[in-house]
């Protein structure tokens, strides 16, 4: 596409819209495709195989992965990059499964705080094997070492600019969050976001 101009009211010079080019129309429009289509393909497969969405699955993750498995809820929602009031849902729901429980918050008393129960481990664990394996057969299998690397430098740019002007108080790239190593070779707590 051309450059076009968009002009307002408010301003005698218009700006100039930088239109994306035919290229970058078509590696924009496959990036949309690829991400929706995998996210929702890992989704169905946790939902299937382990009855939990990845929502949940994200949540206990985060939860594994702190000391003592507890974070405030607010702290939680950051780190799952969610709104308060859907966060605040998925714990519910996680509740009810017994993999998750709520405390009152010792600093704050008006606070709550979610701490991973024994249960909610062990459904982390044995989830997460069939989790890596989708992750690896949906995208890591179809890239080559080299293409793997890219992926991983370009993602880390997007998201160290995204994360100037991000909301979340613990703005870390997703595309370095998460240890999908075996669980057996690491020191980190099982993940795998």
């Known amino acids: ?9 408010a301003d005698s010079t218009p700006p100039t819209t930088r239109w994306l080019t035919a290229a970058e129309q078509r590696v924009w429009r496959s990036f949309i495709a690829a991400t929706h289509m995998l996210t929702e393909r890992l989704d169905q ?9 990845h929502t949940y699955y994200e949540v206990l993750v985060r939860l594994s992965e702190v000391p003592d498995r507890r974070l405030r809820m607010s702290e939680l929602a950051d780190r799952s990059m969610s709104s308060r009031s859907r966060l605040s849902h998925a714990v519910a729901r996680l509740e009810e499964n017994g993999w998750v429980r709520r405390e009152v918050c010792p ?5 709550q705080v979610a701490v991973l129960t024994d249960a909610g481990f062990a459904a982390l664990e044995a989830a997460a094997p069939g989790h890596v394996e ?6 890591f299998d179809a890239l080559t070492p080299q293409q793997v690397q890219h992926l991983g430098e370009i993602c880390a740019v997007v998201a160290d600019r995204l994360r100037e002007s991000c909301t979340y108080s613990d703005a870390t790239a997703p595309c370095a969050e998460g240890d999908l190593t075996d669980p057996a070779r690491s020191s980190r707590p099982i993940s795998g976001v």
Request: charged share 30%; net charge positive; proline share 3%.
């Open 1 to 9: 596409m051309s450059t076009k101009t968009v002009s307002t009211k």
């Open 107 to 111: 600093t704050d008393r008006r606070g």
């Open 45 to 53: 497969e946790l939902t299937r195989d382990s009855g939990m969405p």
């Open 134 to 139: 989708g992750v690896r057969t949906h995208l």
